[in-house]
């Protein structure tokens, strides 16, 4: 869904909450929390937290602590 120079690809997707909503591009993030279609994350970190989101966006429950690190930081430099 991120992907492309814009790290979006425009799709509209319902990602389960019976809502189709367009994919965002990930550039300049760090300056648009709170993060989710629904605003449970006011930090990135939050986004990973099985709660805000789940695996609908992303397989996060096989994520180390380290890989959370790693993607947070990855996002901060978008």
Not at 22 to 37: K, S
């Amino acid at each position: 869904c991120h992907s492309g120079e814009r790290l979006t690809d425009n799709s509209t997707v319902d990602v389960g909450t019976g809502e189709a909503l367009q994919v965002p591009g990930l550039r300049g993030l760090r300056n648009r929390a709170p993060y989710m279609h629904d605003g449970c994350a006011q930090t990135l970190y939050e986004r990973f937290d099985p709660s805000c989101g789940g695996d609908a966006h992303g397989k996060i429950d096989q994520l180390s602590e380290a890989d959370v690190d790693d993607l947070v930081a990855y996002m901060m430099s978008l």
